[in-house]
């Protein structure tokens, strides 16, 4: 008995330690769990550390170790990469720069804030080619973003390299054809490396002027075009019968990019590619049918392109509910056909909706049973919904589905006012968007967002999620001919920026979108001009918008147009009409900010996928408002992953009350916290210089009404 024991004991150490190494693979070196060499630590996406020098008992005494101040302020979505001693990260103007990680003294970095993006950037990628005869070290390049503009930059110097495409960067527009022309293309998050490929992942236009959001893989030391899978099929292609006839040739339909990154299974050669909503999101009477390969998890070749297997987890979208983070990689315990445990290579996928999606990562079969589930119909003239969607029996959704009336806020002094709101509004798991007002629940951000979840060695997954109702009602968009009395700047406003700012420029503070009320006297004309181009933050650019009509909305803004403008319309406008438009994106608040339901408003899950059994659920981050007040454990909106390590502790910031954290992975019990200079709306990492272990993470505010800030603060024992 005493020999079975020690062998199962044997067996299960081998089996953790086989389980961390290929969740770890990379084709860099072999010191790498010393590192945080790729986006969200690893391929696999992982947000794993092997490093155990902070544990559960000595995590208590951390102290700053270092600050690094940018030059510029605001948000900082940058989960940095640490090879070797070296820090990599970018600045809020996407400046990329390399730091010591052991002192945060800069070492070099790439470009101005006045000709950089506007935009937000969750970091870089690094690529290091093999070691050559006659060359004292490889190669190493620094692969990031500005604008639509993918830059590599030599790692050790931050200089770009003459090389890769023009001068050292290629247009991100490449292989995406003529619908794409002038359009908004961007990236935020790092493309990721399979041998001498980057694919890279691009933001798009969510409305009707979007470009195709087709995946595509460069060579790393060319900016060559390698390869190019459709998301949007062409004649001939799976999945082109999805939708109405030569629908890839139209200018009007657009999406199904991934923009939240991808893992890769190296050993394998398997790319996993989240993909998001076809575009416009909320109306798609235009697209007819089921729409692959939108709101899919892409199996694809990695080396070709060729699709292996898919899945797709909403079918026509109208809801915006495009996959948010990339997926994870791991292995879990699953019983086989025979009904015996076997260990699974998994791929698991959160959701907007707060659902986990766990299939075999070879032959996509789900570990779990999914099952395709009879939703309401669309009442809108024109929309023909999927009569079903796909709802997964385990895990339990990690966000709750629903609300009715005595899931109110009940500490906001406004009862009736929610409660009338509430009553006049739809509600319900997937319910088709109406004239009246229907509730997206969890919303627009999640459930599950950008920042993603982490899993460890043993198939736990650790995600935060977010609970908030957004309100939407689908309005009738007006034509060009029922503006005519209006000055062409009043239209192009009406049209294109109401939705988000208002119809009086007001704005919506609490949901994220400034007033722009007076904004001559806040900005000149130029930096307006600019955002307007090229996007700010959540916003995109407008770049199907002519030179004269730019110059006639910030006249129109500056409330000094020229009356002589009214009536006319400008050639070479590329604007599609869709015939419906959304009443704004607007959340269920209460007029001080306060969400409409009851919290919890944001938490952290730990979810054994092994089982589809929960481990522990806690609110994550307090209300400062409430908080003052005696009232706590409410949870927050929150945005950023979290981070795991071997010695047992998972580190987040993400919250709007400025705080970073430090729970017992095992327990979800709070061991450390301090207060940030500003937000951490970002995913940390952890990294090992010298023979000290390190967590560093970006503080740069700027969302949820919170103070803006330029810093990445790493932490350390003394």
């Known amino acids: 008995m005493t020999r079975l024991f020690f062998a199962l004991f044997v067996f299960a150490i081998l089996a953790v330690s086989w389980s961390r190494v290929s969740q770890n693979t990379t084709d860099t070196k072999p010191n790498d769990y010393t590192n945080w060499g790729e986006y969200l630590g690893g391929p696999d996406r992982s947000h794993y550390s092997a490093l155990t020098q902070i544990t559960p008992e000595n995590v208590k005494n951390l102290t700053v170790a270092w600050t690094y101040a940018a030059p510029d302020s605001g948000q900082i979505q940058a989960n940095p990469i640490i090879i070797d001693g070296v820090l990599y990260g970018v600045t809020p103007t996407v400046q990329a720069f390399a730091l010591n990680a052991a002192t945060g003294k800069e070492i070099w970095k790439f470009g101005t804030p006045d000709k950089q993006s ?6 870089v990628t690094y690529w290091q080619s093999a070691k ?66 980057i694919i890279m992942p691009v933001r798009l236009s969510e409305g009707a002027d979007a470009a195709p959001g087709h995946v595509r893989a460069f060579n790393v030391r060319t900016g060559k075009l390698v390869w190019t899978f459709h998301t949007i099929p062409q004649p001939g292609e799976y999945g082109y019968d999805t939708w109405p006839k030569e629908t890839y040739k139209n200018t009007d339909v657009g999406g199904a990019n991934n923009w939240s990154g991808m893992a890769v299974d190296r050993p394998r050669g398997i790319l996993y590619v989240p993909t998001g909503s076809a575009a416009f999101d909320f109306y798609g009477g235009n697209r007819k049918g089921q729409n692959l390969f939108a709101n899919c998890l892409l199996a694809l070749d990695a080396r070709t392109g060729k699709r292996l297997w898919h899945f797709q987890a909403v079918h026509h979208d109208i809801w915006d509910r495009d996959f948010p983070a990339p997926p994870n990689l791991l292995t879990v315990t699953s019983n086989g056909p025979d009904g015996r445990p076997r260990r699974v290579d998994a791929v698991a996928q959160v959701t ?17 049973p999914i099952k395709e589930t009879p939703m309401p119909k669309s009442d809108v003239p024109g929309e023909e919904t999927w009569p079903t969607q796909p709802i997964p029996t385990r895990p339990a959704p990690f966000a709750r589905q629903n609300f009715g009336e005595a899931d109110l806020n009940p500490y906001s002094t406004e009862r009736d006012s929610l409660l009338a709101q509430f009553r ?3 509600r319900g ?15 627009l951000d999640g459930g599950a ?13 650790y995600v935060n999620a977010n609970e908030a109702a957004w ?3 689908l309005n009738l968009a007006p034509k060009q001919d029922e503006l005519a009395h209006l000055t062409l700047g009043n239209r192009l406003y009406t049209t294109t920026c109401s939705s988000c700012h208002g119809a009086e420029r007001k704005g919506n503070a609490t949901s994220g979108y400034p007033s722009l009320v007076n904004i001559g006297q806040r900005r000149d004309r130029a930096y307006v001009t600019q955002i307007i181009g090229h996007g700010k933050g959540m916003m995109p650019g407008f770049t199907q918008l002519s030179a004269a009509e730019k110059q006639a909305l910030v ?3 500056f409330d000094d147009e020229k009356i002589e403008a009214v009536g006319k319309v400008t050639k070479g406008s590329k604007t599609p009409y869709v015939p419906y438009k959304i009443s704004g994106y607007t959340k269920f608040l209460d007029s001080k900010g306060l969400s409409g339901i009851a919290p919890p408003w944001g938490t952290l899950n730990a979810i054994d996928l092994n089982t589809g059994e929960y481990r522990w659920k806690i609110p994550l981050g307090e209300e400062p408002e409430l908080a003052a007040k005696g009232i706590h454990n409410t949870g927050v909106e929150n945005y950023g992953g979290p981070v795991i390590t071997a010695s047992g502790l998972l580190f987040i910031g993400a919250t709007k009350d400025g705080k970073f954290r430090a729970f017992d992975k095992q327990t979800g019990k709070l061991l450390w916290e301090t207060t940030l200079p500003a937000a951490g709306f970002a995913t940390p990492a952890t990294y090992q210089a010298g023979n000290k272990q390190y967590v560093v993470i970006a503080c740069g505010g700027g969302k949820l009404g919170q103070k803006k800030g330029n810093k990445y603060v790493a932490f350390a024992l003394p």
């Open 132 to 197: 050559q005869a006659g060359k004292d070290e490889p190669e190493a390049r620094i692969l990031y973003t500005v604008g639509s503009f993918l830059y590599a930059l030599d790692a050790k110097t931050g200089k770009p390299i003459p090389s890769f495409g023009q001068n050292g960067h290629i247009d991100l527009h490449e292989g995406l054809g003529e619908q794409a022309k002038d359009k908004f293309v961007i990236s935020n998050t790092p493309g990721t490396i399979f041998e001498d490929l």
């Open 352 to 368: 907007k909706s707060g659902f986990v999606l766990v299939f075999d990562r070879v032959t996509g079969k789900p570990l779990f």
């Open 555 to 557: 006249g129109f803004l």
């Open 471 to 473: 309100l939407i009602a």
């Open 449 to 461: 967002e950008w920042g993603g979840a982490a899993t460890d060695p043993d198939g736990i997954m």
């Open 118 to 123: 506007l935009s937000t950037s969750r970091g």
């Open 429 to 443: 798991t997937f319910q088709p968007l109406s004239r009246q007002g229907s509730f997206i629940y969890p919303g």
């Open 424 to 426: 006049r509004s739809r």
